[in-house]
Every structure is written in structure tokens, then in C-alpha cells.
């Protein structure tokens, strides 16, 4: 399962731009190796064979193309063998989306506590030696928690 996320149209431009020029540097380069190569080659006596500079890296080449092919064959066969014997099983659903009562509930929060906690961009939450929430700070406001409805005590935070 691949995991993807929404991207703006910039992130995406971004992220073409680059693949693009990484490839594009890549390719240069490697023509510039090989033209090296064969100009170096060129300046030999006639007697060496036009491969003999070549058959180290081909040899490589070879090498890096079969174990590449080998791990291709091993996903093909791991994705075949799981299609045949798991394809019954069944996927875990998405959980139901937890209501805002039921989260300030199980927090021991207010209604208001919760949603200014979700609407701040900064939170700090203190806790009492038992877990429980003591005391709420974020940008906007100071909180007590509400244990079993007690009254809150607000102040503005700088």
C-alpha cells in the first residue's frame, strides 16, 4: 500500500524541476565519462581492441543488471504468491470518526477547552502526577481543566 498525501501545484513543480535537472546532470555525465573514455582509447596504439577499455565496466554493468533483474523476479513472485493465497483476506476498514463529545470526554476537557486547543497553533498541556490533564496554556488563552464541571479559570496569555 502506498501512502500518498495532497501536494500543492508548487511542490509538485518543485519536485518535476528537480527530477528533471537530476536527470538531465546525470545524462551529461555520463556521456562525458564515455567520450573520455573513447578519446583516451583513440590515443592507444592500433593493436588494442576498441572493447578492451570497456569490458571492466560492461562486466560491472552486468553484474549491477542481474541483480537487479534477480530482485524484480523476487518482487514478481512475492506479489503472485500473495495475490493467490491472501486476496480472501479481509482489509481493516477505516475507524468511525470520533465525535467532539466523546474526545472531551475520555481528556476530562469542556467543549470550549477542545476547541480552542484544536483552533491554537501553540499548546502546552500540563499534567498531574495521575496522567490527568492539570493545566492548559495555548496562545490565546489560559485554562484550568474541568473536573466533573468545575468553573474555568481564563487568562490571556501575551
Not at 31 to 60: E, F, H, I, N
Not at 83 to 97: I, N, Q, S, T, Y
Not at 135 to 154: I, K, R, V, W, Y
Amino acid at each position: 500500500m502506498i501512502i500518498t498525501t495532497q501536494r500543492s501545484s508548487v511542490s509538485l513543480a518543485i519536485d518535476t524541476t528537480l527530477t528533471a535537472i537530476g536527470w538531465m546532470g546525470f545524462f551529461y555525465l555520463f556521456t562525458r565519462g564515455v567520450v573520455s573514455v573513447m578519446d583516451k582509447a583513440s590515443y592507444g596504439s592500433a593493436q588494442v581492441s576498441m572493447l578492451d577499455p570497456y569490458l571492466p565496466t560492461m562486466t560491472t554493468l552486468a553484474a549491477y543488471l542481474l541483480v537487479g533483474a534477480a530482485n524484480a523476479l523476487v518482487l514478481v513472485l512475492w506479489a503472485r504468491y500473495h495475490d493467490l493465497f491472501f486476496k480472501d483476506l479481509d482489509v481493516p476498514k477505516a475507524l468511525p470518526r470520533i465525535d467532539e463529545v466523546t474526545v472531551a470526554d475520555h481528556f476530562q476537557l469542556t467543549l470550549n477547552q477542545l476547541r480552542e486547543i484544536q483552533s491554537s497553533r501553540v499548546t502546552v498541556i500540563y499534567h498531574a502526577t495521575d496522567g490527568a490533564i492539570a493545566h492548559l496554556e495555548t496562545d490565546q488563552l489560559q485554562m484550568q481543566p474541568a473536573l466533573n464541571g468545575s468553573t474555568l479559570t481564563q487568562v490571556k496569555v501575551a
